[in-house]
């Protein structure tokens, strides 16, 4: 059974940097696309910010597009997400998560493991 679990997460003043790690043990993160989301208290969690593909190929919503970083390292069996330029409004609690389906990427629902989250807190 694949676990993810991510980390990296903290309080950052506004224009830093923080790299979030994705973890997985269970199994490998070769065949899997690797989804980065986050979620607001309050609020349903969003579709996804980055996606790293099997192939290399990578997607980047337009909030997080030229700020964020998605890439993997296949022999750690971990995903990391470089964040750059934070703003508060990045203030969120960041998922993880992984799914061997190729298409609608960007949709949530198609992921079938989840890391448990880890907290980026951005200052202004």
């Known amino acids: 059974q694949l676990q993810l679990v991510e980390s990296g997460g903290g309080l950052v003043q506004s224009g830093g940097s923080l790299r979030l790690s994705c973890a997985a043990s269970?199994?490998?993160?070769?065949?899997?696309?690797i989804g980065w989301f986050r979620q607001a208290p309050g609020k349903e969690r969003e579709g996804a910010l980055c996606?790293?593909?099997?192939?290399?190929?990578?997607y980047y919503s337009e909030s997080v597009k030229g700020r964020f970083t998605v890439s993997r390292d296949n022999a750690k069996n971990t995903v990391y997400l470089q964040m750059d330029s934070l703003q508060p409004e990045d203030t969120d609690v960041y998922y993880c998560?992984?799914?061997?389906?190729?298409?609608?990427?960007?949709?949530?629902?198609?992921?079938?493991?989840w890391g448990q989250g880890t907290q980026v807190t951005v200052s202004s």
């Open positions: 998560a992984a799914t061997e389906r190729e298409y609608d990427a960007t949709v949530l629902q198609i992921y079938d493991y």
């Open positions: 269970g199994a490998t993160l070769d065949d899997k696309v």
């Open positions: 996606i790293s593909y099997t192939n290399g190929r990578t």
